[in-house]
């Protein structure tokens, strides 16, 4: 439990420091936000968890395929902040699309010779 609690801990920090970052300097938020640190922890987590190469090179590898559908969310909600849509719009819109470029990743993926 206490393990539990120290990965949510470092997990909470890391995303509580880039929201106060990108409060002042929202360029450099952004590059704390792309960084891949959620991976890299999660990566961590599972090796130490489990010691199992092919888990974890499997998580890595799904990871990059997850990663391509969720890019265009990063260019529809400015587009639409900047014409004039609420932030909320925005970002409905935004995550329908990312859900929709989900469920086709999933679908054609395994189609396409994809382990997800």
């Known amino acids: 439990m206490i393990y539990l609690a120290i990965k949510a801990l470092i997990s909470g920090v890391i995303i509580a420091v880039a929201s106060e970052v990108a409060r002042r300097w929202p360029g450099w938020g952004a590059l704390i936000v792309s960084l891949p640190l959620v991976s890299l922890l999660a990566m961590i987590w599972l090796w130490r968890d489990t010691r199992d190469p092919?888990?974890?090179?499997?998580?890595?590898?799904?990871?990059f395929w997850f990663v391509l559908p969720s890019l265009p969310m990063f260019l529809l909600v400015p587009m639409l902040m900047r014409s004039g849509a609420p932030f909320w719009v925005a970002l409905l819109a935004g995550s329908v699309l990312t859900i929709a470029l989900y469920g086709l990743l999933v679908w054609l993926g395994p189609k396409l010779g994809l382990r997800l």
């Open 54 to 63: 092919l888990r974890v090179a499997d998580h890595a590898e799904a990871t």
